[in-house]
């Protein structure tokens, strides 16, 4: 599990179809959020997209990449998570979008 986040639906609902089509990740859910941080000496808020994407840990260079080539931030937020356990049927789904040579399950 990979988390991200960007400005606004229209530009993450790209942002994961892009990478759902290079099969870097299988899937991408998208909340809307509200971040508080700091930049550059002051302390703001933004609303922004959450973005949730699945993928495995063989696929992380190429969703870095990925990531640094299509990310409209200076510096993009991109965190992977382990996943501890999940539905097999589920997991499985998962590596078989996120290899070049995979097809789609029905």
Known sequence: MV??????????KTFIEE?????????????RATSIFRW?????????????LKTRRARWADLEAAV??????????????????GLDAYLNWVDQETTNTGTALP
């Open 40 to 52: 550059e000496g002051s302390v703001t808020g933004e609303r922004e997209v959450l973005v949730l």
């Open 68 to 85: 640094k080539r299509r990310h409209p931030y200076s510096v993009p937020e991109l965190l992977a998570l382990p996943v501890e356990a």
């Open 19 to 31: 990478l759902v089509e290079d099969r870097v990740v299988a899937c991408g859910t998208m909340v």
């Open 3 to 12: 988390l991200t986040t960007l400005g606004d639906e229209a530009t993450a």
